[in-house]
């Protein structure tokens, strides 16, 4: 049995329609990798299944230095406010002890004086800890348990008092809170320098105080199989850098720019541009220093990932002489400009060096060109200019022509022919 025919012709349905439209090309995406160093320094890592918890409890100090604020604010109140409590306690048992809650006990007995009830206790235990004295409530020597008492809490409430200032002088102290004033360039770029293929970035310091002894070192972190068969998830490789040559030293008073040379001994030897666009590697960079103020040592951090480093671009000046003083413009500290570069590995330069100078003389003609044509288009606009102005005057003449009395030609008559006469 043949099928019905649709009233809709085959070409005007969906599948024909949809046969019809224009498809966009499929790319098949590049699995994102997780970062391990994000932009801001802060690693990306996360511990779990941490079995034994109590070797934070062994250092406490430094638990409750790298603790939010929020959390360390109400450990404090919780210590203080127990304290507190513990020790009215003790001092309601001590009067509760001595006869000094019996009403009917004469004055200038009691161990403590005016503690009647637990809130007067409460009170008292709060003004000998905080050393607020009020006067209405007071040891005497009758008792020699309140002075012991009194003692212990003594003792308690500084030691209290010593952990908490120095958790608060070490938390607004901390070394990744001047890291915040040291910068790097949010990209990297790979550019011919020196006639060798260099890995650069930038880093600068907003703060007028320096960074003492400033040392950088840069890492390559990808996933890299072993011979046999082993797989390394975070391979830390590590990277020279042309600072590195005199003790890795930097005097970071203006920003600088950090340069790797891609040599032999380079993890970034055998990549070209288009193999840097799949690759999965990334660039960690860290800086360290002694803050000049503190003296305490800091370290930054960032990286970069195979999106964030530019191929054939070189950073712009930004550091300029004004009347007699050097300026830097942080306006421009992250500007890049297209610069010719090869499009290939080092060691394919290295093995052919010609195709630097093949790329520097194409560079060179491109911008004669350019310069050629840009200098034609200035004398086309002259000329158009000079033109316009030489017609201008031409039609004048063609005007004040136009006004001049014509010329008008007579015929007489002559022996043997005519002459004209004007």
């Known amino acids: 049995m043949l099928a019905r025919k649709s009233i809709i012709p085959e070409e005007f349905g969906l599948a024909g329609l949809a046969s ?3 498809r966009k090309p499929v790319f098949r995406d590049r699995v994102n990798k997780a970062r391990f160093i994000a932009k801001n320094g802060s690693c990306n890592l996360a511990h779990k299944n941490i079995r034994e918890q109590g070797r934070f409890l062994q250092d406490v100090f430094t638990t409750l230095v790298d603790l939010k604020w929020r959390f360390t604010l109400v450990i404090f109140t919780t210590t203080f ?3 507190w409590l513990l020790f009215a306690m003790t001092w309601w048992l001590v009067a509760f002890g001595h006869g000094d809650l019996d009403q009917d ?3 200038g007995v009691e161990c403590v004086t005016n503690v009647k009830s637990f809130s007067s206790a409460f009170l008292f235990s709060i003004e000998v800890q905080v050393t607020i004295g009020f006067g209405g409530r007071m040891i005497t020597e009758q008792c020699g348990t309140a002075i012991a ?3 212990i809490q003594n003792i308690v409430g500084l030691i209290i008092n010593a952990i908490m200032l120095g958790c608060i002088f070490m938390k607004t102290a901390q070394s990744n809170r001047r890291a915040e ?3 790097f360039s949010r990209h990297a770029v790979i550019a011919v320098r020196n006639n060798q293929l260099c890995f650069m970035t930038r880093i600068g310091d907003l703060r ?8 950088v070192r840069l890492q390559v972190v990808r996933k890299t199989t072993t011979p046999e068969g082993e797989v390394i998830p975070i391979h830390q490789i590590d990277v020279q850098t042309e600072s590195a040559l005199a003790n890795n030293n930097l005097f970071l008073l203006a920003p600088l720019i950090i340069c790797h040379a891609i040599d032999k001994n380079s993890p970034l030897y055998d990549l070209s541009a288009m193999e840097l666009q799949c690759s999965d590697l990334e660039v960690i960079v860290i800086l360290e220093g002694v803050v000049e103020t503190t003296g305490i040592t800091t370290q930054a951090r960032t990286s970069y990932i195979a999106e964030e480093i530019q191929w054939g671009h070189r950073f712009v000046p930004i550091v300029a002489e004004e009347e007699g003083v050097y300026s830097v413009d942080y306006s421009k500290f992250g500007n890049t400009v297209k610069v010719a570069t090869p499009r290939c590995s080092a060691r394919e330069l290295d093995e052919k060096p010609s195709i630097l100078i093949q790329t520097l003389q194409k560079s060179e003609l491109s911008h004669q060109n350019s310069l050629r044509k840009r200098n034609s288009m200035r004398r086309n606009n002259s000329m158009r200019k000079g033109a316009g102005a030489g017609g201008g005057s031409a039609g004048m003449r063609r005007n004040n022509s136009a006004l001049a009395i014509p010329k008008v030609q007579f ?8 002459s004209m006469v004007t």
Not at 208 to 215: E, H
């Open 20 to 22: 019809r439209m224009p």
């Open 81 to 83: 406010v127990s304290s």
């Open 105 to 107: 006990r004469k004055a």
């Open 149 to 151: 008492v009194l003692i």
């Open 181 to 183: 004033t040291l910068i």
């Open 208 to 215: 007028k105080s320096m960074i003492i002894g400033a040392a």
């Open 411 to 418: 015929l007489t008559p002559s022996d043997g022919g005519a």
